[in-house]
């Protein structure tokens, strides 16, 4: 399991409240967090007024993603220093450790431009950002905002020729066909 612990939470704030409003369910002294094939174990010490969130490792990237924004709202609303040091999710080109918190937009970053580059020269679709499908074709390139990482360009060749299609958050998905 990997693990990241939660510390320095405030006398003041309630760690069971706090679970309980963002899903979590008691059992047997211990908190569980299930939905779309995801098990968290939050343990509370309530001496030390910590919070240790335990999560499989192998889970996908949607999955890491929705236990990233978990821990983070847990973090902000209980004010909350952290230690994601047990965590480990991969490495960056730059051979530095990515973890659920620390170095995690640079990790998705760099998932995303790997499997970006690995579409090159296929068909894909592309979906806006209300997940309608805007285009199909053989992918070419696309730029991203530097600050969110999202891709806001593609250029695909389609039917009727080489088509550039813009939006704020656009999802490139292989198609699969040839």
């Given at each position: 399991m990997?693990?990241?612990?939660?510390?320095?939470?405030s006398?003041d704030?309630?760690?069971?409240h706090?679970?309980?409003?963002?899903?979590?369910k008691?059992?047997?002294?211990t908190y569980f967090y299930?939905?779309?094939n995801?098990k968290?174990?939050?343990?509370i010490d309530?001496?030390?007024?910590?919070?240790k969130?335990?999560?499989?490792?192998q889970?996908?990237?949607k999955q890491?993603?929705?236990?990233?924004?978990?821990i983070?709202y847990?973090?902000?609303?209980?004010?909350?220093?952290?230690?994601?040091?047990?965590?480990l999710?991969?490495y960056l080109s730059?051979?530095?450790?990515a973890?659920?918190?620390?170095?995690?937009?640079y990790w998705?970053?760099?998932?995303?431009?790997?499997?970006?580059?690995s579409?090159?020269?296929k068909?894909?679709?592309?979906f806006?950002?209300?997940?309608?499908?805007?285009a199909?074709?053989?992918?070419?390139s696309?730029?991203t905002?530097?600050?969110?990482?999202?891709?806001t360009?593609?250029?695909?060749?389609?039917?009727f020729g080489?088509?550039?299609?813009?939006?704020?958050?656009?999802?490139?998905?292989a198609?699969?066909e040839?």
């Amino acid at each position: 399991m990997l693990t990241v612990e939660l510390h320095s939470i405030s006398p003041d704030l309630s760690i069971e409240h706090t679970l309980h409003m963002k899903g979590f369910k008691i059992q047997e002294g211990t908190y569980f967090y299930t939905k779309d094939n995801i098990k968290l174990e939050g343990i509370i010490d309530s001496n030390k007024r910590c919070l240790k969130i335990n999560f499989p490792p192998q889970l996908n990237l949607k999955q890491y993603t929705t236990v990233h924004h978990i821990i983070k709202y847990l973090i902000l609303v209980l004010n909350a220093e952290y230690n994601d040091s047990q965590s480990l999710l991969g490495y960056l080109s730059t051979g530095e450790g990515a973890y659920i918190i620390t170095n995690w937009d640079y990790w998705v970053a760099f998932l995303q431009k790997a499997r970006l580059h690995s579409l090159e020269g296929k068909k894909v679709r592309v979906f806006d950002e209300t997940n309608k499908e805007i285009a199909s074709g053989m992918f070419i390139s696309y730029k991203t905002d530097e600050q969110s990482s999202n891709i806001t360009e593609c250029i695909l060749i389609t039917h009727f020729g080489e088509r550039s299609f813009n939006g704020s958050s656009l999802l490139i998905e292989a198609t699969n066909e040839w």
